[in-house]
């Protein structure tokens, strides 16, 4: 039998960190290929899996190695809970951007223009995934596979495109940018290929991006009111878009 440790180890520098029995569970149900998994307590994490993913059941009994908390806790930032960690094969970028490029398309993708929370980002891309979006683009520095962004991602980067691009690679379609000086959504279709756009937690859409959109629209808001987190943005949009095409599939 393979080391785990050792295998881990050889991995962790290109490996997509997995942090948690719900982002494995994610991650093996859209098709990671997982080369590495381990856990302090094979019973629990399997019993988690009959619990909330039978359908995965069976893979994870075949993945899971069970390890010492000491050697667990030095492959891992922070203890999960479920003290499940895995590593799984970063997806071809070449493959994203063939998804992200393809015409016509299903469902929209999300830009963050610059984003700068990790945590906030891993949300949006969570969303992305439940709303069935083509996927999540980030422009500027963050990297939208940080470990942190994942763990906030629940895993789900697996069941979406994400990938980061500058602003004068964004994919096709018409470019729709969440503006408080935009239309309001309300009054607006946003079609299947659109390209929908947010601006950064603290300074908002940059320059650039917004000279490019199409379409400036704003979100129902009370006055007086600053602004939503970005996560809830994200939903919103993505909600009025399937309320107008139709639930996700």
Partial sequence: MTDPLAAWRRLAGTAVLLDGFHA???AVRFGA??????????????????????????????LLTEVPEAAYASLVPRPHPT????LAVRPAREAHLRTLARLPRR??????????NL????????????????GVVTTGTLDPWHPTVVRGGAGLHF???VERLEPAELPPGPLF???PEGEDIRGVKLPDDA????????????????????????????????????ATSVAMTLYHWSAGTGAPR
């Fill in 119 to 134: 945590g906030n980002a891993g949300a949006v891309i969570r969303l992305a995934a439940g709303f069935g979006a083509t």
């Fill in 177 to 179: 940018a969440l503006d």
């Fill in 33 to 62: 290929e997982v080369p590495v998994a381990v856990t302090t307590d094979r019973g629990a994490a399997l019993a988690l899996a009959d619990e909330l993913a039978p359908d995965v059941r069976d893979a994870l009994d075949g």
């Fill in 83 to 86: 003290a499940v960690a895995a």
């Fill in 107 to 116: 469902a929209p993708v999300v830009v963050l223009d610059n984003p700068r």
């Fill in 24 to 26: 494995l569970k994610h």
């Fill in 195 to 230: 390209v929908l756009a947010f601006g950064s937690e603290r300074s908002g859409l940059s320059e650039a991006l917004r000279a490019r959109a199409d379409h400036l629209l704003a979100l129902p808001m009370r006055p007086q009111v600053s602004s939503y987190n970005l």
């Fill in 159 to 161: 069941a979406t495109a």
